[in-house]
C-alpha cells in the first residue's frame, strides 16, 4: 500500500516570540519537526512532503534531502497549505497522511492506528485522529450523527453554542485517501469566519460525496501542539517523563523523575542509578552499573560500566569502566579516560588521555596531554599547556609520582617511573626512574621575628581588644 505525508509547517510561530522556526525548537534534545519525521519514519512512512514558509533554511537544515520541500508562498489556510502539495501527490494511489508540524508527541503507534482504521474500511474515504480535550476551546470540533458516525469539522470560530460544548478536537491529523484528498482539495471555498482555505472542509465534502469518514479517538497529550514558550515547556515535560519511563522500564533506577533531564539520544544500561538534578544529553551512552549524580551533566559522553560521577560535567568524552568522577569535576572534549581512573575534586581534564588506574583526585589542570597508567597527581598540580600563543601538552608515562603544587610546563616528557618533587616547576624532561625538584632552596633566618619584633601573638591579642571595645 502506498503511503506518503504532508506535514504542514509553514507558521510563522509568532506565539513563540523567536528568531527561529516554532518548528525547529527542541523537545527533549530534538527539533519539534524531527519528532514528526521520526514518528512516519517509524510508522513505515519514508515518502514525506513539508510544507514550509519563510524559515524554510532551518527546516531543511533539520530534514535534509532525504524529505521533499514545497513553499508556501501566502499563508492561507490549512486547506492552502495542503494545496501546494498537490504535483507531489498527482498520480499516486494508497493513503496520505496529513500532519501538522508543530506536534511532536504524535506517535508512530498513532499514525497506525489511523491507517489500520482506514485500510480496514474500504469506504472511508478519511480517517481523522481526535482526542477528548479537557479543555477544548480553540479547536475544531468533531461533529457526529447520531449513529456516531462523523458529520463534519467545525472550527472553534464559526461553531454555533451548541458545537461549542462537544470536547472531541481535531487534532489536524488525518489519513485521507490520496485521490479523494486531491478531488476535494481543488473545491475548497475561503468562505469562513477567517477566510481561508480550512482543511477542515474536506471532510464535509467527501461525506457531501457520499463517502464516509472515520475516526481514531487517541490521547490528548498524544496530539498536544505548540504555540508558545509554555507549551514547549508542558510538552518538554511530558516527552521527558515518557523517556524516563522507557529508561526504567529497561532497569535503569531513577530517584526523581521531576528533576532529571535525559534527551531522546541517550542510551544507559541495567541497574545504574540516575540521582537527582542530573542532566543527560546528546548522544550520551552509559554502561551498566553506574552511579550518576547528583546534579551532573553529560553531554555528548560514553561512560563504561560500574562507573561513578557524583556532581560533574562532562562533555564530548569517553569515560572507562570503574572510573571514580567528581564530585565537581570537569572533563572537556576530546578527552579519553580509561578504566579505573580517578578524577576528584576540582580537577579539569581536557583533549587528553589518560590510561588505567591513574589518579588525580583534587585541583588538578590535565591539558593536551599523554598520561600513562597508575599516575599520582598531588593536590594541586598544572599542566602549563598554553604559552599564549600555542597549546601543546606533556607527556607523563606510566608509574609517575607528581607532588602536590607542581607545574609540568609543556612539552616536557615525565619518564617511566619518575617522581616529581612537591612544589616544582618543570621545564626540562626527566629521565625514567628519576627524581625531578624544580624549586629554589629553602632559606632559615635564624630568631628573625624576634629581631624584626614580629611577634603575631601580640597583634591576636591587639585585635580582641578591639573587637570588645565595639
Ligand atoms: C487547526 C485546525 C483545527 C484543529 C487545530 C489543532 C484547520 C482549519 N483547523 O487549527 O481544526 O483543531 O489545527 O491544532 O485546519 N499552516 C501552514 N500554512 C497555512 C496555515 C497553517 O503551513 O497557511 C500550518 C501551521 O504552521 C501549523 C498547522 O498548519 O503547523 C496548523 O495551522 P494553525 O493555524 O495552527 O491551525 P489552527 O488554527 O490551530
Ligand atoms: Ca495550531
Given amino acids: 500500500m502506498e503511503v ?137 470540533r468533531i461533529i457526529r450523527n447520531a449513529d456516531g458516525s462523523v458529520a463534519k469539522i467545525v472550527e472553534d470560530r464559526d461553531a454555533s453554542p451548541e458545537e461549542k460544548l462537544v470536547d472531541e478536537i481535531n487534532s489536524s491529523m488525518y489519513v485521507f485517501k490520496t485521490t479523494l484528498l486531491i478531488s476535494a482539495l481543488g473545491r475548497l471555498s475561503a468562505q469562513n469566519a477567517q477566510n481561508e482555505y480550512y482543511l477542515t472542509d474536506t471532510i464535509e465534502i467527501l461525506i457531501n460525496d457520499g463517502y464516509k469518514v472515520g475516526a481514531y479517538v487517541c490521547d490528548f497529550e498524544d496530539t498536544m501542539g505548540i504555540n508558545n514558550r509554555m507549551q514547549l515547556m508542558e510538552a518538554s515535560k511530558i516527552m521527558n517523563r515518557r523517556i524516563l519511563e522507557k529508561h526504567m522500564a529497561n532497569g535503569v533506577q531513577i530517584v526523581d523523575i521531576d528533576s532529571t533531564w535525559i534527551h531522546s539520544g541517550v542510551e544507559i ?83 587528553s588521555t589518560i590510561d588505567v588506574y591513574t589518579r588525580a583526585r583534587h585541583l588538578t589542570y590535565i591539558g593536551d596531554s599523554q598520561v600513562g597508567k597508575n599516575v599520582n597527581f598531588g593536590c594541586g598540580v598544572v599542566t602549563c599547556n598554553y604559552d599564549g600563543q600555542d597549546k601543546a601538552g606533556c607527556v607523563i608515562e606510566d608509574n609517575v609520582f607528581i607532588g602536590g603544587n ?26 625514567p626512574l628519576g627524581l625531578a625538584i624544580g624549586r629554589s632552596r629553602q632559606v632559615i633566618k635564624d630568631e628573625w621575628v624576634a629581631r624584626k619584633n614580629r611577634l603575631r601573638g601580640a597583634h591576636y591579642i591587639q585585635l580582641d581588644r578591639k573587637r570588645n571595645e565595639v
Wanted: aromatic share 4%; proline share 4%.
Fill in 269 to 351: 544500561g541495567m541497574d545504574t542509578i540516575i540521582l537527582p538534578g542530573c542532566t543527560l544529553i546528546g548522544n550520551t551512552v552509559i554502561g551498566e552499573d553506574c552511579i550518576i549524580g547528583e546534579n551532573t551533566r553529560l553531554n555528548c559522553v560514553q561512560v563504561g560500566d560500574g562507573t561513578t560521577i557524583d556532581s560533574s560535567i562532562a562533555t564530548e568524552c569517553i569515560i572507562g569502566k570503574e572510573c571514580r568522577i567528581g564530585p565537581f569535576s570537569h572533563i572537556r572534549p576530546d578527552s579519553i579516560l580509561k578504566d579505573n581512573v580517578t578524577i576528584g575534586a576540582y580537577v579539569e581534564v581536557k583533549n
Fill in 4 to 140: 506518503c505525508a504532508v506535514v504542514m509547517a509553514a507558521g510563522d510561530g509568532k506565539r513563540m516570540r523567536s528568531k527561529h522556526s516554532k518548528v525547529v525548537q527542541h523537545v527533549a534534545g530534538k527539533p519539534i519537526v524531527q519528532w514528526v519525521a521520526d514518528a512516519l519514519c517509524e510508522a513505515g512512512c519514508t515518502e514525506q512532503v513539508y510544507i514550509v514558509g519563510e524559515k524554510q533554511e532551518e527546516i531543511r537544515d533539520v530534514l535534509g534531502e532525504s524529505v521533499a520541500y514545497v513553499f508556501q508562498e501566502q499563508r492561507l489556510g490549512t486547506g492552502h497549505a495542503v494545496m501546494q502539495a498537490t504535483p507531489f501527490l498527482e498520480g499516486r494511489s494508497g493513503y496520505t497522511i496529513v500532519l501538522p508540524g508543530d506536534s511532536p508527541m504524535v506517535s508512530a503507534e498513532t499514525i497506525h492506528a489511523a491507517l489500520k482504521i482506514a485500510e480496514d474500511n474500504q469506504d472511508f474515504a478519511a480517517v481523522l485522529i481526535t482526542a477528548k480535550a479537557p479543555n477544548p476551546a480553540g479547536y475544531g
Fill in 406 to 431: 607542581s607545574n609540568i610546563v609543556s612539552t616536557v616528557v615525565l619518564g617511566k617511573d619518575s617522581y616529581v618533587a612537591a612544589g616544582s616547576t618543570i621545564t626540562d624532561d626527566v629521565p
